[in-house]
């Protein structure tokens, strides 16, 4: 078994979604945590010899660091297949990847608008069209996932999956940001209670 270093944050939600892989997995692994907000660690030196771009998280596999959240749960789905996160439909899998990186592209740079606009930036900076383009982008994906939900336990067939992992993670923040599941997007909520209720969802916070 390999050993695992992974430096990560609490909130950050692609930090989440490697937690929750390794967690699925039954992995273990020694954290770093990093503190950002007061002391900007992923900024020095000795963090950017590990990861040059400064972005978390970064897992270090006897030695060797891999960044960026979605090479990393593909390394780990590789080198660990049981349980697979990765359904065996080729067609399902190109589903799975389509779903993740809107998840990890458009959608999250829309709760990126309102975290910083609405909680981040000095009143005066703060662009209120932005948030409210950003809110709209959120409902928007809101609807698209409940429907790619319809009939489905998971948004793939085949079972749990990256794509799951990633959209509870965007869950998450979604709610930190005080913007709640719309009770008429059943198949949204339905889904999300199953995925907070797998042992795994306790590395959300850990």
């Not at 780990?76 to 990186?101: D, G, Q, Y």
Request: net charge positive; proline share 7%; aromatic share 8%.
């Amino acid at each position: 078994m390999p050993k695992f270093v992974l430096y990560h944050t609490i909130q950050s939600p692609f930090a989440r979604k490697v937690r929750i892989a390794m967690a699925e997995k039954g992995l273990t692994y020694e954290k770093v945590l990093l503190d950002l907000a007061t002391k900007a660690e992923h900024r020095k030196p000795e963090y950017l010899r590990l990861n040059p771009h400064g972005r978390i998280p970064t897992l270090i596999v006897d030695g060797i660091p891999i960044y960026e959240s979605t090479s990393i749960v593909e390394y780990l789905n590789e080198a660990f297949p049981n349980p697979p996160l990765l359904p065996k439909s080729l067609i399902e899998r190109a589903r799975v990847r389509m779903i993740e990186e809107t998840i990890d592209g458009p959608y999250m740079e829309a709760l990126r608008t309102v975290l910083f606009n609405v909680f981040r930036l000095p009143p005066a900076e703060r662009n209120t069209k932005a948030v409210e383009e950003a809110r709209k982008k959120i409902g928007w994906h809101n609807d698209w996932l409940d429907r790619e939900l319809a009939g489905r336990e998971f948004l793939v067939n085949g079972g749990i999956s990256v794509a799951d992992i990633a959209g509870l993670c965007a869950m998450e923040f979604q709610r930190r940001l005080e913007i709640g599941i719309d009770p008429r997007h059943r198949n949204l909520v339905t889904w999300y209670d199953r995925m907070k209720s797998r042992p795994s969802a306790r590395a959300l916070m850990e």
